[in-house]
């Protein structure tokens, strides 16, 4: 059985985090999301960071958790900040914090390609056939089986809708916003997920 996890320091330090702020639901999520973005890199042979990518996946909500939920800046920002100063006591450099923040933000902007940034683009793919269900048909049912069994998803559908839109509601101008206004409720209502 795989674990989804990797035995970093950075890696252990990112799942500490997230283990303590995010409720299991959210939790989940965020290794699903990592799951799910590198199988897909696998099934198509995409060479990328996987430390950048496991560390931006587990820290890509904390925004929508209470400690770091920020009054004036979106989710994701917030959350890439987290990421920033966690990976600084870490020992990143300034170029690859920078990197977590932009990889954890770009998640919910528009569509970045594998050719433009591969990370951001597998955060994008992750999150999304976990919230959605997006491309969920294109993994091997075994995989996301195996993976729901061992991260289960926790009533996930309906905590996520809720903290997107509290946040829409506090902060309009933000991607949060545009997302719920886009029909959030009906594409998770929609994952086959669950």
């Not at 059985?1 to 409720?23: C, F, G, H, N, P």
């Not at 491309?135 to 069994?149: H, K, M, S, T």
Request: glycine residues 8%; aromatic residues 8%.
């Amino acid at each position: 059985m795989k674990t989804w996890t990797l035995d970093t320091a950075s890696a252990r330090a990112a799942l500490d985090v997230a283990s303590e702020y995010a409720d299991a639901a959210l939790l989940n999520h965020s290794v699903r999301s990592y799951a799910f973005a590198a199988e897909y890199a696998a099934g198509l042979g995409l060479s990328y960071d996987a430390e950048l990518l496991y560390v931006s996946a587990l820290l890509h909500d904390m925004g929508l958790t209470a400690p770091f939920d920020s009054h004036t800046l979106p989710f994701e920002e917030a959350g890439g900040h987290v990421a920033r100063v966690l990976t600084a006591g870490l020992g990143w450099t300034p170029a690859r914090r920078a990197r977590a923040e932009e990889v954890i933000v770009l998640h919910m902007r528009d569509d970045v390609t594998a050719a433009e940034d591969v990370e951001s683009h597998l955060l994008q793919v992750g999150t999304s056939a976990d919230v959605s269900g997006l491309r969920v048909a294109e993994f091997d049912p075994a995989f996301v089986d195996e993976l729901l069994g061992a991260y289960p998803r926790l009533g996930f559908g309906a905590v996520f809708l809720s903290l997107v839109e509290e946040q829409a509601a506090r902060k309009p101008e933000c991607a949060a916003a545009a997302y719920v206004a886009g029909g959030a409720a009906v594409r998770i209502a929609a994952n086959p997920l669950g």
